[in-house]
């Protein structure tokens, strides 16, 4: 195999399988990688090489002895800095805990490692994980593959970047507002937002809300399904979150064969109404044009979540100060002004108002549930302008309408975080320049082996076509 860092994860894993290669050449394939590239889009902030490269040994020997190693066997996979790894620190992207090294492992690396998963490392974030471009004080910027001085997305940047880029077949997230499915479009790789539930998230404070989810991100649906079916609660074990329920998450490596002759489709291209480009509305008419014949039926939705935005904006001020009620008496200045404007604004925001956002949010879920009684799935942009130059925190303006905060470019993503149906952000080919263009595939409520079912097969027609195919960088 000439190079084993465009191996994908289910490939490597069939290939770990039947001795073609080690665990330990797996690893030190992508520490070359890394190596090789890192320097020129900043991905992996903190490195566990020769932590890794004993794990990956002790997979190889344990495999020798005919001992059971996992689902993922010896697979390299990457963790985003929010999620806590034993003995690696774990920065959250800010200078504030720089030094920090947990002694314990979240969840979700828990059952990675369970599985016979080697943390690579740690991928960059936003600090503490808030905003779509990933750039902190600690660590800087991390780069486009495609452009490396225009934002990957964020926050979850760093895992979507190292898996574009070769350095790692598989790698975490997590989504608030768009933190998987924004920088997994902006990059060329596939983000899955889960129903919320699938993925225990034991260190959340809010009982039971669609915003502080984790999942998978890579190269292709079912390589994400392999992830997924490993961070989900596979036996009902994980109680510290109120919000996980037991089911068969192993079924998520079995995917359907899909005729997508038999699908129906709805297409939105602003959710009745929310801020997007022009360039974004025609490259996605584009593509929709080009698919169109594929399905047994493929007509525009009337969908309006145009008042998602503002409940969005509530229902995250509530969930910002369950979450950092405890620590904003250590915050300095230099804080992230994300978290520090949607804190601050929290505190002077009346309990009625986010009484009124939270009966807003069960009407808007009810409305867009019933999009699915006559479609299977509904397809919309990923975002709503290309990747930008990561110097600005945000987009300047959408076709001279000036972006008013670092939310107001995001309701394409965050108005699905608030009726919170699962999503698949999918490759769609390049934009004009010559960055990912991505589109999000939206299913029906816990409906989730469906539609990442339904998007397999959407995936493979994308590869047939050179305009929609997914793209890879030439770093």
């Given at each position: 195999m000439a190079d084993l860092t465009e191996l994908g994860a289910c490939d490597a894993v069939a290939a770990l399988e039947s001795g073609a290669v080690t665990a330990r050449q797996l690893v030190d394939a992508a520490l070359e990688r890394i190596d090789r590239v890192n320097g020129t889009v900043n991905a992996i902030v903190t490195l566990a090489a020769d932590r890794a490269c004993a794990e990956a040994d002790a997979v190889d020997v344990a495999r020798a002895r005919g001992e059971p190693v996992g689902v993922l066997g010896g697979l390299p996979v990457a963790i985003k800095d929010n999620q806590r790894t034993e003995g690696i620190r774990t920065t959250l992207g800010s200078p504030l805990h720089e030094h920090d090294v947990p002694d314990a492992d979240a969840g979700i690396v828990a059952r990675i490692r369970a599985e016979g998963g080697i943390v690579l490392g740690k991928t960059n974030i936003p600090e503490f994980s808030i905003g779509a471009n990933t750039v902190n004080r600690l660590f800087g910027a991390t780069g486009n593959p495609f452009a490396p001085e225009r934002t990957c997305g964020g926050s979850s940047g760093g895992s979507a970047v190292a898996v574009a880029a070769g350095m790692t077949p598989l790698a975490t997230g997590s989504?608030?507002?768009?933190?998987?499915?924004?920088?997994?479009?902006?990059?060329?790789?596939?983000?899955?937002?889960?129903?919320?539930?699938?993925?225990?998230?034991?260190?959340?404070?809010?009982?039971?809300?669609?915003?502080?989810?984790?999942?998978?991100?890579?190269?292709?649906?079912?390589?994400?399904?392999?992830?997924?079916?490993?961070?989900?609660?596979?036996?009902?074990?994980?109680?510290?979150?109120?919000?996980?329920?037991?089911?068969?998450?192993?079924?998520?490596?079995?995917?359907?064969?899909?005729?997508?002759?038999?699908?129906?489709?709805?297409?939105?291209?602003?959710?009745?109404?929310?801020?997007?480009?022009?360039?974004?509305?025609?490259?996605?008419?584009?593509?929709?044009?080009?698919?169109?014949?594929?399905?047994?039926?493929?007509?525009?939705?009337?969908?309006?979540?145009?008042?998602?935005?503002?409940?969005?904006?509530?229902?995250?001020?509530?969930?910002?100060?369950?979450?950092?009620?405890?620590?904003?008496?250590?915050?300095?200045?230099?804080?992230?002004?994300?978290?520090?404007?949607?804190?601050?604004?929290?505190?002077?925001?009346?309990?009625?108002?986010?009484?009124?956002?939270?009966r807003r949010q069960v009407e808007l879920y009810r409305s867009?549930?019933?999009?699915?009684?006559?479609?299977?799935?509904?397809?919309?942009?990923?975002?709503?302008?290309?990747?930008?130059?990561?110097?600005?925190?945000?987009?300047?303006?959408?076709?001279?309408?000036?972006?008013?905060?670092?939310?107001?470019?995001?309701?394409?993503?965050?108005?699905?975080?608030?009726?919170?149906?699962?999503?698949?952000?999918?490759?769609?080919?390049?934009?004009?320049?010559?960055?990912?263009?991505?589109?999000?595939?939206?299913?029906?409520?816990?409906?989730?082996?469906?539609?990442?079912?339904?998007?397999?097969?959407?995936?493979?027609a994308f590869a047939a076509d050179p305009r929609t195919a997914r793209p890879v960088p030439a770093l």
């Open positions: 989504d608030h507002g768009g933190s998987l499915r924004i920088p997994a479009s902006y990059c060329g790789v596939v983000g899955y937002r889960a129903s919320p539930g699938i993925v225990p998230n034991e260190e959340r404070t809010t009982t039971q809300t669609h915003y502080s989810l984790q999942g998978p991100i890579a190269r292709t649906v079912e390589d994400a399904a392999l992830l997924l079916s490993v961070i989900a609660d596979r036996s009902g074990t994980a109680r510290l979150d109120p919000m996980a329920f037991p089911f068969d998450a192993a079924s998520f490596r079995n995917l359907d064969m899909v005729d997508l002759s038999g699908v129906r489709v709805a297409t939105s291209a602003d959710l009745g109404g929310v801020l997007v480009s022009d360039e974004v509305r025609g490259l996605f008419a584009q593509r929709v044009e080009q698919v169109s014949g594929l399905f047994a039926t493929c007509t525009p939705s009337d969908i309006d979540l145009t008042d998602a935005l503002a409940v969005d904006w509530h229902l995250r001020q509530d969930v910002f100060v369950s979450q950092y009620s405890e620590r904003v008496g250590a915050w300095d200045d230099g804080v992230n002004p994300n978290v520090l404007a949607t804190y601050n604004s929290a505190l002077e925001t009346p309990m009625a108002a986010i009484a009124d956002a939270r867009f549930a019933q999009i699915f009684d006559a479609h299977d799935i509904l397809l919309l942009p990923g975002v709503s302008v290309p990747p930008f130059p990561w110097r600005h925190a945000n987009p300047q303006e959408i076709d001279g309408e000036p972006v008013e905060n670092y939310m107001a470019w995001l309701a394409l993503t965050a108005a699905l975080t608030v009726v919170g149906h699962p999503v698949v952000a999918l490759p769609c080919g390049l934009d004009e320049q010559g960055t990912p263009f991505g589109i999000q595939v939206v299913g029906p409520m816990y409906g989730d082996h469906r539609l990442l079912s339904v998007a397999r097969a959407l995936e493979a």
